[in-house]
Nanobody, 123 residues
Framework: QVHLVESGGDSVQAGGSLRLSCAAS????????MGWFRQTAGKEREGVAG???????TYADSLKGRFTISHDNAKNILYLQMNDLAPEDTAMYYC?????????????????WGQGTQVTVSS
């Protein structure tokens, strides 16, 4: 079974940076896509960034270029570089993998999820 483990979440001041990692184990097809999502209490889970098997990336418009998703194919680790963090970025961040590259920011397109890592940004 696919197993995803996130790490790198922390408490930081506004304007700071964090790099989240997601290590994958078990069978993950090279044709599958991977993505990052975030969620806070009382809000729907939000797609942050996705990357397909060809390396094409998609980002939520609200991020305004501050976040970068990447994948280390050799190590099978997914990354999310987050710069210029703001309090509104505070959330539990989840990585996921799935099958459908047409919906990289849609949680319904993903089959496997990590446990989440908390990011807290204070002013």
């Amino acid at each position: 079974q696919v197993h995803l483990v996130e790490s790198g979440g922390d408490s930081v001041q506004a304007g700071g940076s964090l790099r989240l990692s997601c290590a994958a184990s078990g069978y993950v097809s090279s044709s599958w896509v991977m993505g990052w999502f975030r969620q806070t209490a009382g809000k729907e889970r939000e797609g942050v960034a996705g990357i397909d098997s060809d390396g094409k990336t998609t980002y939520a418009d609200s991020l305004k270029g501050r976040f970068t998703i990447s994948h280390d194919n050799a190590k099978n680790i997914l990354y999310l570089q987050m710069n210029d963090l703001a309090p509104e970025d505070t959330a539990m961040y989840y990585c996921a993998t799935g099958y459908y590259d047409d919906f990289l920011l849609d949680s319904g397109a993903y089959a496997y999820w990590g446990q989440g890592t908390q990011v807290t940004v204070s002013s």
